[in-house]
Nanobody, 124 residues
Framework: QVQLVESGGGLVQAGGSLRLSCAAS????????MGWFRQAPGKEREFVAS????????DYADSVKGRFTITRDNAKNTAYLQMNNLKPEDTAVYYC?????????????????WGQGTQVTVSS
């Protein structure tokens, strides 16, 4: 089992920045790809970004490319999502996810472990 705890959400004005953190425990962090997803009210959970086990080739949804950056620190068992130039449409609950597979998928049901989520609200 992997336990994931997100933090760093909050209320920010459009154009502002936030950094989300996802602290992992329970298993060897570097054995898991990490991902961020989000879910707005009335919408399905959607892929935001992912990073493989040892970093390197990151992947982003088109809607956040160039504004968000996913990183990980395997020494600290933590993944991060730096969000810049935030827009009201970025408002959602943000979830981090972990999966031991080498292949990284954009679909939520392919990810084994999830955090409880952190709310991000962007005001216009």
């Amino acid at each position: 089992q992997v336990q994931l705890v997100e933090s760093g959400g909050g209320l920010v004005q459009a154009g502002g920045s936030l950094r989300l953190s996802c602290a992992a425990s329970g298993r060897t962090f570097s054995n898991y790809a990490m991902g961020w997803f989000r879910q707005a009210p009335g919408k399905e959970r959607e892929f935001v970004a992912s990073i493989p086990r040892t970093g390197g080739s990151t992947d982003y949804a088109d809607s956040v490319k160039g504004r968000f950056t996913i990183t990980r620190d395997n020494a600290k068992n933590t993944a991060y999502l730096q969000m810049n130039n935030l827009k009201p449409e970025d408002t959602a609950v943000y979830y981090c996810a972990a999966d031991p597979s080498i292949l990284i998928w954009r679909v939520p049901h392919r990810w084994d472990y999830w955090g409880q989520g952190t709310q991000v609200t962007v005001s216009s």
